[in-house]
C-alpha cells in the first residue's frame, strides 16, 4: 500500500462517504467529482457530536508532509507517479485554525489527489491528522509561527480520521462510475 498527498478542487458533482474518527464526533466527508481530466474531489470535517472541537484546517504543505495538520490520500492499485512539489509553503496564518461547532462542517483546502497512472478500477481513501506536537509548518515557510501561534497549536485537538472508501472506474482521463464501497 503506498500514501500519496491530495490537494482540493471545487466541488462539481459527487459520492460522499463519512469517516470512521479516532478522534471524538468527528466525521472526514469525502466526494469524489466528475472531471474533464484528472482526479478530483471535495473533502470536508464535520463535528458530529455535542460540543466544540479545535483544530486546524488543512494548509500549503499539509498533503506533502509540511504543515500540521497532514493530509494522505490512499489510493489501491496504487500505480501513481510521486506528486511534484514546490518546496515553498504559505507561513501559519489565524485563519489556519478552527473551532468546529456542534453540526458544523468545514471544507478542507490544499489537496491534489493524484491521478492514476492508468485505466482500471480504484479505490482511494482520505486520512487527516492533526498533531498539536508537530511543527505547525516545516521549512519553505516564509517566516516561523509566532509564540502566540504555537500556543494555539499546542491547545487543538489529537485527531486522527479516515474516510470511507469510495470506489471508482477511471477510463484514462477521467473518473466514471462512482459509488461507495
Known amino acids: 500500500m503506498r500514501f500519496i498527498s491530495l490537494v ?8 460522499a462517504a463519512d469517516a470512521a474518527a479516532d478522534c471524538p464526533d ?16 471535495d473533502a470536508a470535517l464535520r463535528n458530529a457530536g455535542k460540543a466544540p ?17 497532514s493530509l494522505t490520500f490512499t489510493l489501491e492499485p496504487s500505480d501513481v507517479s510521486d506528486v511534484g512539489t514546490c518546496g515553498f509553503i504559505n507561513a501559519l496564518a489565524d485563519e489556519d485554525f478552527l473551532t468546529l461547532k456542534p453540526g458544523e462542517r468545514r471544507k478542507l483546502g490544499w489537496v491534489h489527489p493524484p491521478t492514476p497512472g492508468k485505466p482500471g478500477q ?39 480520521v479516515t474516510s470511507e472508501p469510495l470506489r471508482f472506474s477511471w477510463d484514462g482521463k477521467r473518473a466514471t462510475n462512482v459509488h461507495l464501497r
Open 8 to 15: 482540493l478542487v471545487p466541488l462539481v458533482f459527487g459520492v
Open 26 to 41: 468527528v466525521r472526514l466527508e469525502v466526494k469524489l467529482n466528475k472531471s474533464d481530466s484528472g482526479l478530483m474531489i
Open 53 to 69: 472541537i479545535d483544530l486546524m484546517t488543512t494548509g500549503d504543505g499539509s498533503s506533502f508532509g509540511k504543515r500540521n495538520p
Open 122 to 160: 480504484y479505490t482511494l481513501t482520505v486520512t487527516y491528522k492533526n498533531d498539536p506536537a508537530a511543527p505547525p509548518v516545516g521549512s519553505g515557510a516564509p517566516r516561523p509561527p509566532t509564540p502566540a501561534q504555537l500556543a494555539r497549536v499546542a491547545k487543538t485537538t489529537e485527531c486522527k
